[in-house]
């Protein structure tokens, strides 16, 4: 699996990802406009020359917040989102990053446990924060360690 950049000519792959994926998924130009942004990071695990994962962040100062990670259901299990999990950790501590952050629905246990698996920890409850079918997030984040902030 190769995890790379994503580009403008992901976006129709990643929108198959996001609507296997999402309730209220995101539009393409949603995906174009972050693209085009100086703080947002995406990235695409590719198999056959095709995206079948992607995952999204935003970078700003020394804080990244993670916006959405998504696999498609049939490469679910595999280790995809893990993948793309490990290369945001990487980039968060190549620079030097405090932490990172991102919601989870509050139902979605097999997602709290891969960020679990990543170091992240849970640091609270956003009320009512997804529609369709409205659901509270958990807020988790992933903190650098002294140890790692001095290599």
């Not at 309730?23 to 590719?46: C, G, H, K």
Request: aromatic content about 10%.
């Amino acid at each position: 699996m190769l995890i790379r950049d994503m580009t403008a000519a992901d976006v129709g792959a990643v929108m198959e990802i996001e609507r296997a994926s999402f309730s209220d998924p995101w539009t393409e130009n949603m995906f174009l406009n972050d693209l085009a942004q100086e703080i947002a990071v995406y990235r695409v695990a590719v198999e056959d020359g095709r995206p079948v994962g992607y995952m999204g962040m935003y970078h700003v100062a020394d804080e990244g917040h993670i916006t959405n990670i998504a696999v498609l259901p049939v490469w679910r299990g595999r280790g995809v989102a893990s993948a793309l999990l490990q290369s945001f950790v990487e980039l968060a501590l190549s620079r030097r990053l405090v932490f990172l952050t991102l919601e989870v629905r509050q139902s979605n246990l097999g997602a709290q446990a891969l960020y679990r698996r990543h170091g992240f920890c849970p640091a609270g409850v956003r009320k009512n924060y997804y529609r369709d079918p409205v659901e509270d997030a958990i807020l988790m984040t992933w903190k650098l360690t002294e140890e790692e902030s001095q290599k």
